[in-house]
């Protein structure tokens, strides 16, 4: 079957550095997908990998490593604004018509503290 | 603006009744998705849509029903058959080949 792991907390302080890592196991993999959750809200796309390596955004980087079948978003300067869930999503299935269907992890829940 | 709306943002419902939820997108997408999402989880696929007039059984469907008569619109109706109802329910669509799922801002559901 399909399985996403990652941390169900992680707690940091402003200003510094947080990595939230996914590890998954899919029957296809077609690219990871990170989303960011406020309480309450919609989730909101940061980033998407589909080859290895580093891709940044701003404040925020993804990583991937197909061959160990890992990921992880790299969040710097936080700020208390970044408290929110964060999920990890793999494109492991073709729909058809030109959309893939992405299987989501549990998420991550980011604490900033002052 | 583009975007997806979800309405009601909440909503209440006697056990045993049928709620259909509305998802309206003008963003052009072909495919469109129901989520659901239980407190400290993920989102887990309901149905998803690739086109108007075809949509396809997501891992937990069962208890729902859904339809897509128009590009724009993809209702779900949770009906009685779904023993454990309450939860987060969310709208997604995305354009073809493109990366990024769009959310609309979901639908609370409380079946008391």
């Known amino acids: 079957g399909q399985s996403l792991e990652q941390p169900s907390e992680v707690t940091a302080v402003e200003g510094a550095i947080v990595q939230i890592n996914c590890t998954y196991q899919t029957s296809g993999f077609y690219g990871l997908s990170w989303y960011q959750q406020h309480d309450g809200g919609a989730p909101t796309f940061l980033s998407y990998n589909a080859l290895d390596g580093l891709e940044e955004t701003g404040r925020f980087s993804s990583f991937l490593s197909r061959s160990d079948s890992y990921g992880y978003l790299l969040l710097q300067e936080l700020q208390m604004k970044d408290s929110a869930s964060y999920f990890c999503?793999?494109?492991?299935?073709w729909g058809g018509g030109g959309s893939y269907i992405p299987t989501f992890g549990r998420g991550t829940s980011l604490i900033v503290h002052p | 603006d583009g975007g997806i709306t979800q309405s009601p943002k909440y909503l209440f419902r006697k056990e045993g009744q049928n709620v259909t939820l509305s998802c309206e997108q003008n963003?052009?997408?072909?495919?469109m998705y129901w989520y659901r999402q239980d407190p400290g989880q993920g989102l887990r696929l309901i149905y998803y849509s690739q086109i108007v007039n075809d949509f396809q059984k997501g891992d937990i469907a069962e208890g729902y029903s859904v339809s897509r008569e128009k590009k724009e619109s993809f209702p779900l109706t949770v009906t009685s058959a779904q023993k454990n109802p309450t939860a987060f329910y969310l709208c997604?669509?995305?354009?073809?080949?493109?990366?990024?799922?769009?959310f609309g801002p979901g639908t609370r559901l409380t079946v008391l």
């Open positions: 963003l052009n997408h072909d495919a």
């Open positions: 997604a669509s995305t354009g073809s080949m493109e990366n990024e799922q769009f």
């Open positions: 999503a793999v494109r492991d299935r």
